[in-house]
């Protein structure tokens, strides 16, 4: 039996989406908490599995014919829109990645956790207005058809 999350055990967006959706209410929750070295322990254990996620849901898209692409299809005028939106998830992984990677090299967990707090609160909020604008683009897309 092993510890380690394996990202590939999620087969939809849909999966994938509300799991995200749990690991950033407990990564508020870690964040909420007292800063202490053992902290970071679990911190790093959410941003761990939050990054793996990240490809995984590109891989999902892909198979599905791309990002977003049944909005494409069904609305191709949004696709400016469509672009940005998956620019922002792109950027969304890579600071994910630098986030979790300057955690992880920090010497003392204490002594920058309320920067990289804030730092990774910066990240949740733009995660989740993403997720809500693919959202909204979502339902627009289907009453627009």
């Known amino acids: 039996m092993s510890d380690h999350f394996d990202a590939s055990q999620i087969q939809s967006l849909a999966d994938c989406n509300e799991f995200q959706y749990l690991l950033l209410g407990d990564l508020r929750d870690l964040l909420d908490e007292a800063r202490d070295e053992s902290d970071r322990k679990w911190l790093l254990a959410v941003l761990d599995v939050l ?9 999902l ?10 909005i494409l299809n069904d609305t191709p005028q949004r696709t400016n829109l469509v672009m940005h939106l998956h620019r922002k998830k792109l950027h969304l992984d890579y600071s994910l990645r630098s986030l ?11 002594a920058v956790a309320d920067q990289l707090s804030c730092e990774l609160r910066d990240w ?4 989740t207005e993403v997720s809500r604008l693919e959202a909204s683009l979502a339902r627009n897309s289907t009453l627009f058809k």
């Open 100 to 110: 979790r990677h300057r955690i992880r090299k920090e010497n003392s967990w204490v």
């Open 51 to 59: 990054v793996e996620l990240m490809p995984q849901e590109r891989q």
């Open 61 to 70: 898209h892909e198979k599905s014919g791309g990002y977003l692409s049944w």
């Open 124 to 127: 949740m909020n733009l995660f």
